[in-house]
């Protein structure tokens, strides 16, 4: 699972709002935000000896120049005036950031005069190249997705409620969460370490990967990260789809995180959607969601067991996808291996889950493509992306 700045414990399975940005090395333009992603939680603080989140919010917030640094920082260790040279820093303003991440074993002395980052620093331009790379692989899984997409559908159509949502509103829960995060996700990660096993570095497979991503027009994933909204209730769970296209950080439901009204009025819902039973205020925090424009919710409502029974097939879906993918790993392991990471960075995994969550991206953008998921809204409404379960997952 793929995890993000700011929330914490949150589902990677990346994604962001879109924005075109360029290279200011070249342009002279601002650079564009970095975010900040682990694959897991449990442990990255061992690994930094802080919060590395609040971290990179607070410097970000603190010196409005964090990204300047990281840019300047990304695809080879560089000397201090290279970073001056290249981020239009001070000397004194490089100094201190070499000073703050040194002393969080972010960055490292390469040789005697240049600093390297530990971690992936992927820029824009670099992801275009990852782009490339993998879409022949991304090609393959999204086609074999395709054709068992028809399976999951149908039975889907088979085993859903009349109360249950369409399988267009529910295509992204099934596809994204379920498949491509999930058991897609699990077996590929299985089968990498029953290559990798025995081999020099596995043992680097017990470090929770981590790596930054600039938010650029190549951005690749489409929404194959999720968080669960409401830790606590089992009665109503929601799931937040997440990543590159969507922000979700900044969706205004964030602020009801823990308040119980909300739960509440979540809970007045009826499982058809409708919002009859809900007091004034109740709607109007829900209108203030972009969620009910007349008088029945947007967001898809699926009872806990029609998802349950589905689990076997998209077992059964995902571990096969993941034999697809596997079968052409050395795009992975070829497009690490041309890389400038691959000669100074602390982990190798690090960078291979870069370009394995890019290939969930990829073939999401596939998928949309082929009519296999619903299409993706360029303005994304606060509506989008958003499950409530009724009952419990897990």
């Not at 969601?289 to 349950?308: N, R, Y």
């Amino acid at each position: 699972m793929l995890n993000k700045k700011l929330l914490g414990i949150i589902s990677l399975s990346c994604i962001v709002s879109l924005i075109h940005c360029s290279d200011p090395v070249n342009t002279g333009k601002s650079v564009a935000e970095f975010s900040y992603w682990t694959v897991g939680s449990s442990g990255i603080s061992s690994r930094f000896g802080t919060n590395i989140y609040r971290t990179f919010d607070s410097l970000r917030e603190s010196t409005g120049q964090l990204d300047e640094f990281l840019f300047a920082i990304a695809e080879e260790p560089v000397t201090a005036d290279q970073i001056r040279e290249r981020s239009g820093l001070s000397q004194a303003q490089v100094e201190y950031f070499i000073t703050v991440f040194d002393s969080l074993r972010f960055i490292k002395k390469h040789d005697e005069s240049r600093w390297a980052t530990v971690l992936p620093v992927i820029t824009d331009n670099r992801m275009k190249i990852i782009r490339k790379d993998l879409a022949s692989m991304a090609e393959s899984v999204a086609q074999y997705l395709k054709e068992e997409g028809s399976r999951i559908r149908t039975l889907y159509d088979k085993v859903k409620s009349p109360l249950d949502p369409s399988w267009e509103n529910i295509s992204h829960l099934i596809i994204d969460k379920f498949i491509v995060d999930g058991s897609f996700h699990s077996n590929l990660n299985r089968l990498k370490r029953e290559s990798d096993s025995g081999k020099p570095g596995y043992r680097e497979m017990n470090v929770i990967p981590a790596f930054l991503l600039q938010q650029g027009e190549n951005f690749v994933n489409f929404g194959c990260n999720w968080y669960k909204f409401n830790e606590d209730d089992d009665q109503r769970e929601v799931y937040v789809l997440h990543g590159a296209v969507l922000d979700r950080y900044q969706i205004t439901m964030n602020k009801y995180r823990g308040n119980r009204d909300f739960a509440a009025c979540l809970l007045n819902v009826s499982p058809k959607g409708e919002i009859n039973n809900l007091t004034q205020l109740e709607k109007e925090m829900l209108r203030g969601l972009d969620w009910i424009p007349g008088d029945s919710l947007m967001v898809p409502i699926v009872k806990a067991g029609t998802i349950i029974s589905l689990q076997p097939t998209v077992e059964d879906i995902g571990r096969a996808a993941a034999e697809v993918a596997y079968a052409k790993i050395s795009d992975i392991t070829d497009s690490y291996n041309r890389s400038s990471y691959s000669k100074f960075i602390q982990y190798k995994e690090d960078y291979i889950q870069v370009l394995i969550h890019s290939l969930f991206g990829l073939t999401i953008e596939q998928l949309v493509k082929n009519g296999t998921v619903a299409k993706i809204p360029i303005l994304v409404p606060e509506s989008f992306g958003v499950f409530i379960v009724n009952g419990k997952l897990y």
